[in-house]
């Protein structure tokens, strides 16, 4: 069946498109953009006062399957991705077992397939078992369709192993996701260190512990000519390390989570475990240095960290609780909340940095309304305001910062490969 989606403002960065278009879709792909289309005995989906954007694409999500379907399984942040505008998500390897085989790979994409709801890739570990002694078969794990490699969760600390996975990675042309994190630095800290850690009485992490580890893949980067991508940045240093590097041409790319861009230490108030991420929400000035850099480019792409828990878990006290949020379906209005609303972005950049730049990182067809290319699309409310009651949320995962919070612009429709699914 064809369906036509009209009158809607269509902000598509890829085809510098800003304004009002209709879209005609049949057999799940893109096959007419223009002002004003008709098409007899298509099914209309009534865009106006809408954006029409493309599905965005997430480069950094944990799915929990397998082996930790309690906390999420592939279906359940199938349909949290879909809520929150996400037609892609790429989906990390700290699963048990890791995913660091080609059976695992296949399984992930047999299920996923399978449920049709939206388009996984699989990011495949750079380490057997992500133990950080022996690499990979990069060749077994690209072939299987992984878009990239890390050991999410924590970084890869031997700088040697470090250096022949960027050179053997390079042969591929694909990017190595680096959770930029010292160890000894890190020194089981389980929030920022500063003046709120010491007040709390809680062990800090320092923002060197990120910045130290994002220097050296910077220099291991520039040395064998690899591609280094820097997970969920939080430091004002990493962010003019990578700035300077960047200048240098060194082959570095970098995201920054919704959670990090919006809150600081002080959201964990009165031990707060919902706040409870890593890296760990950082200072104020930390923060306005991760705005600053995804403005001016320093920093690529918006990635959740979307990391479901259960609640035995998260309700324990602060030292014993995991790190990690749900930040599929509360994405896009946070990003709204602290980016839109101040005029720090446009909807165009920030859609390019949902959309067209995660997309671009993986390597994949997607975060475009191209004629051909399949229709992947989400219908925004801009003028929306709504009430995040994480109770309602498709994740199993039920926790954030951002409960009860009223947060602008609401995800109305998103539509994978042309599949309408309701809010």
Known sequence: MKLLIKGGHVVDPANRRDGRTDILIDRGKIVDVHASILADGAKTIDASGKLVTPGFVDLHTHLREPGREDKETIETGARAALRGGFTTVCAMPNTTPAIDQRGTVDLVHRE??????????????????????????????????????????????????????????????????????????????????????????????????ESVMVARDIALAELTGGWVHVAHLSSAKSVEMIRQAKRRDVRVTAEVTPHHLALTEEAIGEFDTRAKVNPPLRAEEDRQALIEGLRDGTIDCIATDHAPHTDWEKEADFDSAPFGISGLETALGVCAHTLIAPKLLTWPQLIERLAVNPARIAGIEAGTLNIGAWADVAIIDPNATWTVEPKHFSSKGRHTPFAGRQLPAAVVTALHHGAEAGR
């Not at 924590?154 to 990017?175: C, D, I, T």
């Open 112 to 209: 996923a397939e399978r449920l049709g709801l939206v388009t996984v890739k699989v990011v495949g570990a750079i380490t057997r078992g992500r133990a950080g002694n022996e690499l990979t078969d990069f060749a077994e794990l690209f072939d299987a369709g992984c878009v990239a490699l890390s050991d999410d969760g924590s970084a890869v600390a031997n700088g040697f192993l470090m250096r022949r996975a960027l050179e053997y990675a390079k042969l591929f042309g694909r990017p190595l996701i680096q959770h930029a994190e010292e160890p000894t630095l890190f020194a089981n800290g389980v929030m920022n260190e500063g003046l709120v850690s010491t007040t709390l009485g809680l062990r800090g992490i320092p923002g060197e512990s």
